[in-house]
């Protein structure tokens, strides 16, 4: 079945209420099809109009082409931010007429348990090894505010976070993965709705700072910040990689950046010419190289 977007939805109900559209502006398949229906009609030649000649053909046109029982419904219906295949059922007889996700939500991880709110209840997210918790409905999942969220941008990163959590030791961390990044909408917005403040757990490089800084900071720049370890010029001076600075090439406004460590980290990485990916802290463990 063919799909019908908002726009084209949004143009359709304007001439089904009795407006006149520039022809010009419709070029879309469907008022092509509506017009050699002769449900549509066009005024004049070169700046015509279109104006809708035949509103019960019109009606059947859209439900036998496209499923769309009820055209104002539908077009209600995709403005809002979320609804449910059920919900476009309800208007359309085509649940698929739309790209939409029924599995939203994302993963989250811990090395201690943590109390959080899910629906109004206190519960306690426990770890376990080789088990992560998928947070389907965020809307009502808050954690408790002394927790900070840290973002992992690595799943291998994310999966032995236990190995790394000396570098956490001085907050209470819950972990989120970036992946997979169909989620990173979902993050965003519930990243905004609990009191949590936001880490950036990512690649010491180039890429990293510019994924932070586009990807987090700029829908959360009042909570957010970039992990960097205290010794970290230490770091990419000895497990650095040119490569990964010089394949690359990324340029970074330093000027439109406000957080002076990681105005700092971009200088180490460029007086190295080395990036440092964060698989390194899986691979050092807990050992004194994180102090």
Not at 93 to 110: E, M, W, Y
Not at 156 to 181: A, D, G, M, T, V
Not at 243 to 249: L, N
Request: hydrophobic share 35%; charged share 25%; net charge neutral.
């Amino acid at each position: 079945m063919k799909k019908l977007t908002l726009t084209t939805a949004e143009k359709l109900l304007q001439l089904r209420k009795g407006e006149r559209l520039q022809a010009g502006k419709l070029r879309q398949a469907i008022f092509q099809e509506l017009l050699s229906e002769n449900i549509l009609y066009k005024t004049g030649k070169t700046r015509g109009r279109l104006l809708l000649v035949n509103g019960e053909q019109f009606d059947l046109y859209l439900q036998n082409h496209y499923s769309i029982t009820d055209l104002n419904e539908y077009v209600a219906l995709l403005r809002q931010d979320n609804y449910s295949r059920s919900d476009l059922v309800r208007v359309a007889t085509d649940s698929k007429l739309s790209g939409i996700r029924s599995f939203k939500g994302f993963l989250v991880n811990c090395y201690e348990p943590v109390d959080v709110l899910l629906n109004h209840s206190k519960t306690i997210l426990q770890p376990l090894p080789g088990l992560f918790h998928f947070i389907y409905d965020y809307e009502n999942f808050v954690p408790d505010s002394q927790y900070t969220i840290v973002g992992v941008e690595n799943p291998e990163n994310f999966r032995y976070i236990e190995k790394q959590k000396k570098l956490f030791r001085h907050i209470k961390p819950l972990f989120i993965s970036r992946y997979p990044q169909g989620q990173h909408a979902d993050i965003i917005r519930w990243l905004k709705m609990i009191p949590n403040s936001y880490l950036h757990f990512g690649d010491f490089d180039l890429a990293g700072i510019n994924i932070y800084l586009n990807e987090f900071k700029k829908y959360i720049p009042e909570k957010s910040t970039f992990f960097i370890p205290d010794n970290i010029e230490e770091l990419i001076r000895a497990y650095g990689n040119h490569s990964r600075y010089d394949d690359q090439k990324l340029h970074l406004d330093k000027a439109g950046i406000l957080e002076e460590e990681v105005v700092e980290l971009i200088h180490i990485i460029h007086k190295h010419k080395k990036g440092l990916d964060q698989e390194i802290f899986q691979i050092l463990g807990n050992s004194e190289s994180f102090s």
